[in-house]
Nanobody
Framework: QVQLVESGGGLVQAGGSLRLSCAAS????????LAWFRQTPGKEREFVAA????????WYADSVKGRFTISRDNAKNAMDLQMSSLKPDDTAVYSC??????????????????WGQGTQVTVSS
């Protein structure tokens, strides 16, 4: 079983950038497809981006395409989410997730059995 821990959240002005990281332990990360989700109070988790086991195939929600970049380093057992041109609507708790499911990854949070605790991202206008 893999354990995930996010870092890098914080407060940023609209138009700014943040880089989130997800560190894994317990099992090698290369066994999993990975994803980022976000959630605001009272709403369901929203798919943000996913990346294949090799790191060659990223997949983005339309709302972040062109602004966010997902990447992974299997040798370091880590994944990143570079967020640019941030908007107030990007404010949420961001969580990384892992799944054993075959690629292409799912946008459904229910298909990811492993989760980090989440990190808060707040974008001020």
């Amino acid at each position: 079983q893999v354990q995930l821990v996010e870092s890098g959240g914080g407060l940023v002005q609209a138009g700014g950038s943040l880089r989130l990281s997800c560190a894994a332990s317990g099992r090698t990360l290369s066994a999993y497809a990975l994803a980022w989700f976000r959630q605001t109070p009272g709403k369901e988790r929203e798919f943000v981006a996913a990346i294949s086991r090799s790191g060659e195939t990223p997949w983005y929600a339309d709302s972040v395409k062109g602004r966010f970049t997902i990447s992974r380093d299997n040798a370091k057992n880590a994944m990143d989410l570079q967020m640019s041109s941030l908007k107030p609507d990007d404010t949420a708790v961001y969580s990384c997730a892992a799944t054993n499911r075959a690629w292409p990854a799912s946008r459904d949070a229910a298909n990811y059995p492993y989760w980090g605790q989440g990190t808060q991202v707040t974008v001020s206008s």
